[in-house]
């Protein structure tokens, strides 16, 4: 098992910057590829970027590429999601998730851990 704990969220104007941390405990953390993913009212859960154990092969999707990094600490059991350029779209639960696997992916149902996520809200 293991607990996942976002931070960070908030409200910011549109052009801000905000950055998310996840703290996980229980099982080593650098046994996991972890993942951001984002769901606003109304719409299904959308994939924001993940990163590999090691920190290697961060993926994003085309939606925030060039704008929002993915980054992980293992020594603080931490991932983080610097968020630049938000735009009122960026607003929705943003949560944080852990896949066993070796395979850095986009898809939800890969992902066995989830935290209960942080608000962001982007204003125009």
């Known amino acids: 098992q293991v607990q996942l704990v976002e931070s960070g969220g908030g409200l910011v104007q549109a052009g801000g910057s905000l950055r998310l941390s996840c703290v996980a405990s229980g099982r080593t953390f650098s046994s996991f590829v972890m993942g951001w993913f984002r769901q606003a009212p109304g719409k299904e859960r959308e994939f924001v970027a993940a990163?590999?154990?090691?920190?290697?092969?961060?993926f994003y999707s085309d939606s925030v590429k060039g704008r929002f990094t993915i980054s992980r600490d293992n020594s603080k059991s931490t991932v983080y999601l610097q968020m630049n350029s938000l735009k009122p779209d960026d607003t929705a639960v943003y949560l944080c998730a852990a896949d066993p696997s070796w395979i850095v992916a986009s898809i939800p149902s890969r992902y066995n851990y989830w935290g209960q996520g942080t608000q962001v809200t982007v204003s125009s």
């Open positions: 990163i590999s154990r090691t920190g290697g092969s961060p």
